[in-house]
């Protein structure tokens, strides 16, 4: 199976504009997660989809924040508007039914700069 | 507040030498450990993960210690290697929920 896909890998963007970040799970996977990571903060879950249901939306996040999961195999992550302290890879993870909960397969991550 | 947290921050070993990495929690309605490794510029992989009810979890180099009662756990890596050399994520897991809290880290070098 191939694993997570994540597009794209790196990402420049001016303060206030609009970004979209991809990710293709691991095929059959249910689970869908969206993480932040940073070096003070470690990674921070910013939404949880259960079979492109949404779980979780992040609560601190959810202003300007919105994931969505279209179909069972990509998911987007739209940060709108982006600001510097957005700065940080963003990592997608997804995880199959049946399997326990902390068998998350991640993603490479996209790493976003925000100027 | 970190409901994991880890320490050290950063760690050094040489080659051939156990590495200790050290994880405690809060919240005693955790009860699933996994421990992730994470290589610059990936994303993290399962590594190795350990139940509340068990207190020792073998996987080759890789040893978890666990002790219900002071809520604590350690990450052994014996005979370490320089491919070891990556960030180590503690994380847990409580019943109740499909979510994973993860600790920000152990930063670990192996010196050749």
């Known amino acids: 199976d191939a694993g997570v896909t994540q597009t794209p890998r790196h990402e420049v963007a001016e303060k206030g504009q609009t970004i979209i970040l991809k990710c293709e799970p691991v095929?059959?996977?249910?689970?869908l997660f969206w993480y932040r990571q940073t070096k003070i903060q470690g990674l921070e879950l910013l939404s949880y989809?259960?079979?492109?249901?949404?779980?979780?939306d992040g609560g601190a996040f959810k202003d300007r924040f919105k994931a969505e999961m279209l179909n069972s195999s990509f998911s987007t992550l739209k940060i709108q508007p982006t600001e510097p302290k957005d700065s940080a890879v963003y990592l997608c993870?997804?995880?199959?039914?049946?399997?326990?909960?902390?068998?998350?397969?991640f993603g490479p991550g996209t790493r976003l700069t925000v100027l | 507040q970190q409901q994991v947290r880890q320490s050290p921050q950063s760690l050094t070993v040489w080659e051939g030498e156990t590495a200790i990495l050290n994880c405690s929690y809060e919240?005693?309605?955790?009860?699933?450990f996994p421990w992730y490794q994470q290589f610059p510029g990936e994303g993290p992989a399962l590594l190795i993960s350990i139940s509340s009810v068990s207190d020792k979890k073998e996987d080759g180099r890789f040893t978890i210690f666990f002790n219900k009662r002071e809520k604590k756990l350690s990450l052994h890596i014996t005979d370490s290697q320089p491919g070891d050399s990556a960030t180590y994520f503690c994380a847990a897991r409580t019943g109740n929920t499909r979510k994973l809290i993860f600790g920000l880290g152990t930063t670990l070098q192996v010196q050749p």
């Open positions: 919240d005693s309605t955790f009860n699933y």
């Open positions: 993870a997804s995880r199959r039914l049946g399997l326990s909960s902390y068998e998350q397969y």
């Open positions: 095929s059959g996977h249910n689970d």
């Open positions: 989809f259960r079979s492109k249901s949404l779980m979780e």
